[in-house]
């Protein structure tokens, strides 16, 4: 099993810089791909951005692309979503997902492992 607690949510103001951090343990070693996703208010959860493993390459949803930074710390077990020029719209509870395939997949429903959420509120 692998356990992920995400931290660093909170509320900003609009243009404003959050970052969120999800920490996993347990059988980190089984773990190939990290994401990011968020769900919204009435909305399904939505693939923000994923990071993988070995060569840390990045991907990003159109909507976050040139604002938000994932990145990893291997030593740590740890995973970041820097998020600048934050907006409204943005507004979402965000989830830690992890995966234990190597291919990314933008679809929940292909992650094994979630953290409990951590709220982002972005008023205007």
């Known amino acids: 099993q692998v356990q992920l607690v995400e931290s660093g949510g909170g509320l900003v103001q609009a243009g404003g810089s959050l970052r969120l951090s999800c920490a996993a343990s347990?059988?980190?070693?089984?773990?190939?791909?990290m994401g990011w996703f968020r769900q919204a208010p009435g909305k399904e959860r939505e693939f923000v951005s994923a990071?993988?493993?070995?060569?840390?390459?990045?991907y990003y949803a159109d909507s976050v692309k040139g604002r938000f930074t994932i990145s990893r710390d291997n030593a740590k077990n740890t995973v970041y979503l820097q998020m600048n020029s934050l907006k409204p719209e943005d507004t979402a509870v965000y989830y830690c997902?992890?995966?234990?395939?190597?291919?990314?997949?933008?679809?929940?429903?292909?992650?094994?492992?979630w953290g409990q959420g951590t709220q982002v509120t972005v008023s205007s």
């Open positions: 347990g059988r980190t070693f089984s773990i190939y791909i």
């Open positions: 997902a992890a995966r234990s395939r190597a291919t990314v997949r933008y679809d929940p429903d292909e992650y094994n492992y």
């Open positions: 990071i993988t493993r070995s060569v840390s390459s990045t």
